[in-house]
């Protein structure tokens, strides 16, 4: 990699630390479009585990207003989905992977956007952590599912349910995808690499929920998102041509 690309990297990983730790997700939606431009390998693991470091962060901060049981029954179906997720990372190309990362994106675009409101029943957050469970292990994108159960939460509550939900569900995945292979000594080396920039940007975090309320970084978050989405599609549609 590139002395370039790797600064690229950092600060999609930089900025995308900091939304997670301000909104309680958005580490994968904002960085994997952008990784995956770069260096594909790093997808998903390495965002995992540096998604491991941005929840344990956040966790402590505001661990006081967590609601366990919601994070429990979520991880009830994280386990199944994170198996079904592993078994596409194995099965599917690198472009039709990369292809699948931009449309989980764009779709978690699109859902949050609409504002589409399911209530925090036990199903529907069993249901979640299934579909958080395939889509963060198979691309690194795992929020969309839960932020939309979640959303009529806010601040402390949403950020450190969540991060309780992606601590166990991210060590999960990477169990998971250990198994599989997909974790080597390039992800874990690039991963050692580029945990400063995950903890500069939960510092950030602490600046950014004071100046920014949650309506407007999610704006942000998701014109981001969309941008990175799109040009990863366009890189593919390209590479075939």
Same mark, same amino acid.
């Given at each position: 990699? &590139? ?31 952008? =990784?995956?431009?770069? %260096? ?15 929840? =344990?962060?956040?966790?402590?901060? @505001?661990?006081?207003?967590? %609601?366990?049981?919601?994070?429990? $029954? ?17 099965? +599917?190309?690198? #472009? ?6 931009? *449309? ?6 699109? +859902?949050?956007?609409?504002? $589409? ?17 395939? *889509? ?13 159960? $979640? ?7 949403? #950020? ?5 939900? !992606? ?5 999960? &995945? ?9 974790? @080597? ?6 991963? /050692? !690499? ?11 975090? #602490? ?5 920014? @309320? ?18 990863? /599609? ?5 590479? +075939?041509?």
């Amino acid at each position: 990699m &590139s002395v370039t690309g790797f600064v690229v990297i950092a600060l999609a990983v930089f900025f995308a630390s900091a939304m997670q730790a301000s909104i309680g997700f958005g580490m994968g939606m904002l960085a994997a479009p952008i =990784v995956a431009i770069v %260096d594909p390998g790093l997808i998903p693991a390495t965002l995992i585990m540096l998604a491991v470091v941005v929840s =344990v962060l956040v966790l402590v901060r @505001d661990r006081t207003a967590l %609601d366990l049981s919601g994070a429990g $029954w979520a991880l009830a179906g994280r386990l199944p989905g994170s198996a079904v997720g592993a078994l596409l990372l194995v099965l +599917l190309p690198e #472009r039709g992977l990369a292809i699948l990362l931009a *449309l989980v994106v764009l779709g978690g675009v699109a +859902l949050t956007s609409f504002g $589409w409101v399911p209530l925090p029943h036990r199903r529907n957050l069993v249901v979640a952590g299934a579909a958080s469970g395939i *889509l963060g292990t198979a691309t690194s994108i795992g929020g969309p599912p839960m932020a939309l159960v $979640w959303q009529r939460n806010t601040g402390a509550e949403l #950020r450190s349910t969540m991060s309780c939900f !992606f601590l166990v569900g991210s060590i999960i &995945s990477l169990a998971v995808l250990a198994v599989a292979g997909a974790v @080597d000594a390039h992800t874990a080396t690039l991963f /050692v !690499f580029l945990a400063p920039a995950t903890v500069l940007g939960f510092l950030l975090s #602490r600046v950014v929920n004071r100046v920014l @309320d949650r309506r407007r970084l999610r704006i942000t978050a998701i014109s981001v998102s969309t941008a990175g989405a799109v040009v990863l /599609v366009g890189q593919q549609v390209l590479a +075939l041509m």
